[in-house]
């Protein structure tokens, strides 16, 4: 679809093994086998996965989805403990995910819509690659915001709405703050899109 993409996220907790293709490993901890929890925030879970696996880590989800689905539409959001973290071998990493809509093709800009069901602002953070989150700015309702982007990067946008449950501060990356979230590639000849946030 190439004038208008929604998208849209829903709620449930999910473990690695209810995943096609992800399976549960159950090996006890062995603190004589140290390893280092490898940095898999803002990849998909098709990615991350293999690289815990490879550090020889196991791993639960703890997540806002509502339906299972495939891996390459789940986000890691953060994981616990964090990257860099010095852990026994087969510790299990709590990770959290949130379910995103891959936009395949390259776009020039997306105009985000405030149609809050709640009546609320919302409040747009973008990541360009590894970057940390940046504020873009606030949404009142009905209003709208457009940001633009570069050939070839890579972003993730996090819509948070500070009155959702269990959000205590505007936190981009906390999967209980995100009234949306997608990952998209930029490509400053490409389409424009419209994402209507309700």
Same mark, same amino acid.
């Given at each position: 679809m190439r004038g208008r993409a929604v998208f849209s $996220?829903?709620?449930?907790?999910?473990?690695?093994? #209810?995943?096609a293709g992800c399976g549960f490993d159950t090996r006890a901890p062995d603190a004589s086998n140290p390893t280092v929890v490898p940095n898999i925030v803002k990849m998909?879970?098709?990615? &991350?996965?293999p690289k815990l696996q490879a550090a020889r880590l196991s791993s639960q989800l703890s997540s806002s989805l509502g339906l299972v689905t495939t891996p390459d539409h789940i986000l890691v959001t953060s994981t616990n403990p964090k990257a860099g973290a010095s852990v026994p071998s087969w510790s299990t990493v709590l990770?959290?995910? #949130?379910?995103t809509q891959v936009v395949p093709a390259g776009l020039a800009e997306l105009d985000i819509v405030n149609q809050n069901q709640d009546?609320?602002?919302?409040s747009?953070?973008? #990541?360009? &690659?590894s970057a940390a989150y940046q504020k873009k700015g606030d949404i009142p309702l009905n209003g709208s915001l457009a940001i633009t982007f570069q050939t070839g990067h890579s972003y993730a946008i996090s819509v948070v709405d500070r009155g959702l449950i269990n959000c205590p501060s505007e936190?981009? #990356?906390?999967?209980s703050c995100q $009234? &949306?979230?997608v990952l998209l590639t930029g490509a400053s000849n490409g389409?424009?899109?419209?994402?209507?946030?309700s």
């Open positions: $996220r829903v709620v449930l907790t999910l473990l690695v093994g #209810a995943l998909t879970w098709d990615k &991350g996965y990770v959290s995910v #949130a379910l009546q609320r602002p919302i747009v953070y973008l #990541a360009d &690659g936190d981009p #990356a906390n999967v $009234r &949306g979230f389409p424009k899109q419209t994402w209507n946030l």
